[in-house]
């Protein structure tokens, strides 16, 4: 079974950073699959934050993008969001989550990811 689990979130002042982690087991990163990371406030949808499409590009958001970096190391299975400059909108619940590559293209949409983690908790104060 794929099994996504977040880690590192925790509670920081405006303008300082955290790193979360998305440990994946049921299977390998590579090429095959497409990576994210996605975000839910209080009473708001879930938003696209970053994509990794594993084969070397990456993509952002517009309010996280020059802040934000998302990563993958193959060797651990693990993939990360580096977060910087953290503001009080940037808090709420962090999911990693994955899907298989169709057609060359990975998705930003919430509902065409199949697997999600549990999420990990982000307090800007």
């Known amino acids: 079974d794929v099994q996504l689990v977040e880690s590192g979130g925790g509670s920081v002042q405006a303008g300082g950073s955290l790193r979360l982690s998305c440990t994946i087991s049921g299977y390998t990163l590579s090429k095959d699959w497409c990576m994210a990371w996605f975000r839910q406030a209080p009473g708001k949808e879930r938003d696209w934050v970053a994509t990794d499409n594993g084969v070397g590009t990456t993509y952002y958001g517009d309010s996280v993008k020059g802040r934000f970096t998302i990563s993958q190391d193959n060797d651990k299975n693990t993939m990360y969001l580096q977060m910087d400059s953290l503001q009080p909108d940037d808090a709420g619940m962090y999911y990693c989550?994955?899907?298989?590559?169709?057609?060359?293209?990975?998705?930003?949409?919430?509902?065409?990811?199949?697997?999600w983690g549990q999420g990990t908790q982000v307090t800007v104060s």
């Open positions: 989550a994955a899907h298989l590559r169709s057609g060359g293209a990975c998705y930003a949409s919430a509902p065409l990811f199949p697997f």
